[in-house]
């Protein structure tokens, strides 16, 4: 992938005078309907940018790297290190209640770029405007507010990786709103886009795997099927009590015609997730978490091993134990965190014997965490999965530390 542009526009960047500010375009951005209560859906314009007196653009971005030690059954490959990930993004105000905004992932060291959001807003009132481009499917807390630095854990949620394809974005439009009413803070989305292909039931993995349509660059420029995948979520926020959401997306996944010619019958994948967030007022503990549901209609002519239910999800606890000032930083905060997950890649039971079917995955990821600033973190954590076959086997046991670090830039 070519990306001479935005090379020069950062070099251009380098000379210009600017600052690093938590609002987004500040002077030139649109307000906020609903002032700082912000939603999950607000995570993809709620970042730190850097604004230019000259230009107007602004640019942001994060990295995330790490250090691991892990080993399943007693066999390890010992120490490695990874740049999990570098993101850039930029923004523009370009009118009044007119925006932009791109964020573009460099993976792997930057042996994988993708597109992740591009996509221009027209508000035409707080509870109506339009969003058209490359989108991000409100599915879930996770896909959307997704960024390394806002986390306490080296890696994302199982449920959000192997059953959910995380960071999930396609090319459509849509409509979205919010709007604030005393304590309590209500929105909503919608959107029409190019959806999943038949690789969901038709790959490596062997299972049905959402995630497989993620390696799909075509569901950019055109559907598979042209059946578009709808996807909604509405959320209500409390100031005191927190956010619960409840979103979901289905479409037509396989090719069910070609020249004119029927294949086979319209096949669907529907997903269903709760997502909630509180903080506790008086201790300052923060619940984070969600639940998924999959349906995917497989035809009978796969074997029971690639399922038609699934569910999964996860639950952040992080407590933080001090705050003061350390080494130099004034609001230092360190944390005690732990996660809970769970995927279930195949829920019911074998048709010959009635027993439960397995293929399940299980993790528990306590760590500890260090903030000098809101926008970076220092984490340790140690993972424990146990990981079930379709036979519900004795598991496979996974653990090993796990250290990393996540900025904001």
């Given amino acids: 992938m070519r990306c001479w542009p935005l090379a020069v526009f950062l070099l251009s960047g380098a000379v210009a005078s600017g600052q690093i500010d938590s609002t987004l375009l500040r ?24 604004t230019f007196d000259q230009v107007p653009v602004s640019l942001g971005g994060y990295v995330e790297a790490k250090a691991q030690h892990i080993g399943t059954d007693g066999v390890s490959d010992g120490l490695s290190f990874a740049l999990q990930r570098m993101t850039l993004f930029m923004a523009s105000s370009i009118g009044p209640r007119l925006r932009f905004l791109t964020e573009v992932e460099l993976e792997e ?31 879930g807390a996770f896909n959307q507010n997704h960024d390394g630095p806002k986390w306490e ?19 459509g439009f849509g409509v979205h709103g919010k709007r604030s009413k005393g304590a309590w803070t209500y929105g909503y989305e919608a959107y029409l886009t ?17 995630p497989a349509s993620r390696d799909n660059p075509d569901r950019f420029t055109e559907s598979a099927n042209g059946v578009p995948l ?20 289905g479409g037509v996944f396989n090719q069910f015609k070609a020249d ?49 239910r699934q569910r999964g999800g996860f639950v952040d606890i992080v407590q933080p134990v001090l705050r003061r000032r350390v080494f130099g930083f004034n609001k230092a905060v360190l944390n005690l965190a732990l996660r809970l997950g ?3 890649h195949n829920v019911g039971r074998f048709k010959e014997s009635g027993t439960v079917i397995g293929d399940e995955v299980l993790e528990i990821v306590p760590g500890l965490s260090f903030r000098p600033v809101p926008g970076t973190v220092i984490r340790l954590n140690y993972r ?11 598991p496979a046991r996974t653990g090993g530390f796990q250290f990393g670090v996540a900025s904001y830039f």
């Fill in 194 to 210: 190019n959806g999943f292909d038949a690789t969901i039931i038709s790959n490596a993995e062997g299972r049905t795997f959402l």
């Fill in 109 to 139: 060291g930057g042996r994988e770029i993708a597109l992740e959001f591009a996509a221009l807003d027209l508000e035409l009132h707080p509870l109506f405007a339009l969003r058209g481009g490359v989108i991000m499917t409100p599915i």
């Fill in 260 to 308: 004119g010619l029927t294949l086979d019958r319209r096949r669907r994948v529907d997903v269903v997730a709760i997502d909630f967030n509180t903080v506790s007022q008086r201790w300052g503990t923060s619940v984070l978490g969600e639940w998924a549901w999959v349906v995917v209609d497989v035809p009978a002519t796969y074997s029971q091993q690639f399922g038609t």
């Fill in 384 to 394: 424990i999965e146990r990981a079930y076959d379709l036979f519900r086997d004795p």
């Fill in 153 to 171: 854990f080296t890696e994302r949620p199982l449920a959000a990786v192997r059953m959910l394809p995380a960071t999930w974005s396609n090319t």
């Fill in 230 to 249: 709808v996807s909604a979520k509405a959320a209500v926020r409390h100031e005191r009590l927190g956010e619960v959401g409840i979103s979901t997306m």
């Fill in 27 to 50: 002077g030139r951005a649109t307000a906020d309907t609903s002032g700082n209560r912000s939603l999950n859906m607000d995570a993809v314009y709620r970042r730190p940018f850097l």
């Fill in 342 to 344: 769970h995927v279930d």
